[in-house]
């Protein structure tokens, strides 16, 4: 009998429940674990399903890490990470070594307030990213056409959506150019007019959320 697995069942759950239709029909059950094949008979155990398909799960794993297509992966990995890094050397050349601001105590004040690991990338990236685009400006381009080019390259902690958000809400409230980002950040990030509103408003639109965030 085949025994159709359920989205979202652990592996612990779907070996029970396996074992106990084995043993209730009396014949062989088999169902597909993360497009792996488990074959229960009766008289099997839980645990002896479960390691049947760690052991298979872990072959398949090493299988695919000494595989060409890994290899090349890892290549293309390296090679994008090698020229990320040497587009941010070459940007930083330009850039001040702080960013200016326009209300120091705000952003100390966001600095102390974020030395948990997901809170100091929130930081530093937008610190990175504001030097960036501070040197661009300085060297003659519109911030319009080289921010969102610029926070790629800024990006070295893998930031999401919501942290690229909170970034941009810091630095539109205490550095130099944070008006003109805040209102390119919030047309270019908009669906319908909520952008336009949030301009209106004062706010900042989170990608991660689209809702307006007015600082109150």
């Not at 488990?38 to 890490?65: H, I, M």
């Not at 120091?104 to 997901?118: K, R």
């Not at 007019?193 to 007015?214: F, H, M, Q, R």
Request: hydrophobic letters at 40%.
């Amino acid at each position: 009998m085949e025994y159709e697995i359920m989205a979202g069942t652990s592996i612990d759950t779907a070996a029970k429940e396996m074992v106990k239709l084995a043993a209730s029909l009396g014949e062989t059950v088999t169902g597909r674990f993360n497009d792996i094949l488990l074959t229960v008979n009766p008289g099997d155990s839980a645990q002896s399903v479960t390691e049947a398909f760690w052991k298979q799960s872990n072959a398949r794993r090493e299988a695919y890490l000494a595989s060409p297509e890994y290899a090349e992966g890892q290549r293309q990995l390296a090679a994008r990470e090698a020229t990320r890094r040497s587009q941010l050397e070459r940007a930083m050349h330009g850039a001040p070594e702080k960013m200016t601001t326009t209300d120091a105590d705000a952003w100390n004040s966001w600095v102390t307030a974020n030395t948990d690991p997901y809170g100091a990338a929130c930081i530093s990236f937008a610190e990175r990213w504001g030097r960036l685009m501070e040197g661009a400006v300085s060297a003659g381009r519109k911030l319009t056409d080289c921010a969102d080019e610029l926070s790629h390259i800024a990006d070295t902690e893998g930031i999401t959506g919501f942290m690229y958000g909170c970034a941009v809400s810091m630095l539109s409230q205490c550095w130099i150019h944070g008006e003109e980002l805040r209102q390119w950040h919030n047309l270019k990030t908009q669906v319908g007019d909520e952008g336009e509103k949030a301009n209106a408003s004062g706010g900042v639109l989170n990608p991660s959320l689209l809702i307006i965030d007015n600082g109150e």
